[in-house]
């Protein structure tokens, strides 16, 4: 796990290679005086999902939009499945699904008519049919898309984006909205690509659903990435921390390396080296005949991680 | 739906998309009411009102409205539509070119002008206002003002931000359109008229004005500046389009 405050640490420009399925170096994307994207570095393995978290306004669509062909960067260099998507090569359409974050739809049509008139307008063979069942829209055939719900909207969105299992899926937000149910069918549709070998590229406000799916994250944040890697890298590099409360007449604490905080009667201590510091704690309280309700120490989280970037910009 | 016969091609691709379009406007019972009984009204009572006028100047203004209504607004309002709507950047993601999504997008309403082309000179035929003596130059005076109308669609769904902003952003072409196209057919070509040709629609009407009147095969400046004045105008809208058209919802 690599991280910087300005500067995204992933490898090193020229380090990619055909086992990466996008490539990003330098991109940067400007809207006037606004700068979205702020000079970012990406490789996403081919075979791998890859989760891109931020807040909103914190450059994820922007940076998709580019890698989907639908936006231009102001500088950087951009390769999808080793093609400029700049240029919209029609090869490279007909190997990369696309779900917007919103809307796309003709909302006259029907989603049978949606879905047999996107069988004619893409390269890759499937059958509306297998469609309909796979996200369980058959009752729905028949009505038009504007009058579906917005979760049978993103289930048809889905659809579209992993219509002939495309090598490369862009996925935009696909849970947001959706119920618990439906947001575990997306993860299942997801994880089937996975297991199919395809590369999946999604945007996701929700950590539960970076920490299920994706093999690996980055944490964008005012247009910067400010962490990436494996969940367990990211994690790994975090402080850990243990809390229990404390009797009022507790006597004064050992050294420990980690940062206390104290809260009434409850005692928090963030460690980079849990073992040593909680070794040191409880040896204390044994020794002092303390007793420690609701002891408790967990690892970092993605939340801790995601929480910790947000504090030190803001700071 | 039914689907496409020519499909997995470029042009299959297109007149998939066109279909369903078309299917749109079929389904639509007040625009496909508009579309075809208003022009049905209107060339009625232009026929019986200018009977004894110019007959180059009521064909001149049917064809105006063909294209100036029928397909320059209605063309203007679905590409705006389909662009909120997030469609076009969703078929941008198909195998579909965008010089073919466009195509395909306008195409429906390129197909309702023609048939209030059709619907005008039916009538016309019936009331016996004389109408195109060189069928061949009314062609190439239809194909000038369709090509102008959609390229003229094209630019001002630039500037347009939404399917009800473009009844007001199309006005000030639509009249220069139908003023440019009628004038033409009755103001003496000699001295200064070239300088109507500045105005768009007025290349199409100095067409519409030899098909009735006959004489554009042979030669000379006349028929040459309006053919002229059409491309150029044609290509300037494009030109404006392709610069600076936005797929995007605009924000």
């Keep these: 796990m690599t991280r910087t405050r300005q500067e995204p640490v992933i490898a090193r420009p020229g380090a990619a290679s055909d086992a990466s399925a996008v490539v990003v170096r330098g991109l940067r994307v400007r809207y006037g005086d606004f700068e979205a994207v702020r000079g970012i570095d990406l490789d996403i393995r081919r075979g791998e999902v890859f989760a891109l978290l931020g807040t909103n306004g ?3 669509t922007t940076t998709l939009d580019v890698l989907a062909g639908f936006g231009a960067p102001s500088t950087g260099e951009v390769s999808v499945l080793g093609m400029d998507p700049r240029t919209r090569p029609p090869q490279l359409r007909a190997r990369m699904g696309v779900q917007q974050q919103d809307g796309g739809f003709v909302e006259e049509l029907t ?7 996107w069988q004619q307008l893409v390269e890759r063979p499937d059958r509306p049919e297998r469609l309909l069942e796979r996200f369980e829209l058959g009752h729905r055939r028949d009505v038009p898309v504007g009058k579906l719900s917005g979760g049978e909207q993103r289930r048809l969105d889905l ?5 002939g299992s495309p090598e490369l899926v862009i996925l935009d937000e696909p849970t947001t909205g959706l119920d618990p149910q439906a947001r575990r069918r997306t993860w299942d549709a997801i994880q089937e690509l996975q297991e199919a070998g395809r590369t999946v590229l999604l945007t996701t406000h929700y950590l539960e659903e970076a920490e299920a799916l994706a093999d690996r994250v980055a944490i964008m944040h005012r247009g910067r990435i400010a962490v990436t890697g494996t969940l367990a890298e990211i994690v790994a590099a975090q402080p850990a921390s243990f809390s229990a409360t404390l009797p009022p007449d507790a006597p004064a604490l050992p050294e420990l390396t980690g940062w206390v905080e ?3 009667d409850r005692l928090t201590v963030q460690s980079g080296d849990l073992q040593r510091d909680l070794t040191a704690f409880l040896t204390w309280a044994d020794a002092h005949g303390v007793r420690l309700d609701g002891l408790r120490a967990a690892p970092a989280s993605l939340a801790d991680v995601y929480h910790s970037i947000r504090a030190e910009e803001e700071q | ?7 997995g091609t470029p042009t299959g691709r297109v007149a998939a998309l066109a279909a369903a379009e078309t299917r749109l406007v079929l389904r639509n019972r007040t625009l496909l009411v508009s579309s075809l009984v208003v022009p049905l009204g209107l060339g009625l009572f232009w026929v019986l009102t200018f009977s004894g006028q110019n ?7 049917q064809l105006a409205v063909a294209v100036g209504m029928g397909l320059y607004v209605t063309a203007t309002q679905t590409v705006v539509a389909r662009r909120q709507q997030k469609v076009l950047k969703r078929m941008r993601t198909s195998s579909l070119t965008d010089t073919g999504l466009l195509v395909a997008v306008v195409a429906p309403s390129a197909v309702v002008a023609v048939g209030q082309i059709v619907v005008f000179a039916v009538l016309n035929a019936v009331f016996g206002v004389p109408f195109a003596t060189d069928p061949l130059a009314f062609v190439l005076a239809v194909l000038a003002g369709l090509a102008q109308a959609i390229a003229a669609a094209l630019a001002t769904a630039v500037v347009t931000p939404s399917a009800e902003r473009a009844q007001i952003t199309t006005l000030p072409l639509m009249f220069l359109l139908l003023a440019g196209a009628v004038v ?3 103001v003496p070509l000699e001295g200064w008229w070239q300088a109507l040709l500045a105005v768009p629609g007025a290349g199409p009407g100095v067409l519409v004005r030899f098909a009735v009147e006959g ?5 000379g400046l006349v028929p040459a500046l309006a053919l002229a004045a059409t491309v150029a105008w044609t290509v300037g809208f494009a030109a404006f389009a392709r610069r600076r058209f936005r797929w995007d919802p605009r924000r």
């Design chain 1, 58 to 60: 914190a450059g994820k």
């Design chain 1, 111 to 117: 989603v049978l008519e949606t879905l047999q008139l």
């Design chain 1, 159 to 163: 659809a579209l984006a992993v219509w």
């Design chain 1, 262 to 264: 104290r809260s009434g």
């Design chain 2, 1 to 7: 739906m039914t689907t496409t016969a020519v499909t």
């Design chain 2, 55 to 61: 007959p180059a100047t009521v064909v001149a203004l």
């Design chain 2, 184 to 186: 033409v057919t009755f």
């Design chain 2, 215 to 219: 004489g554009l095969w042979a030669g």
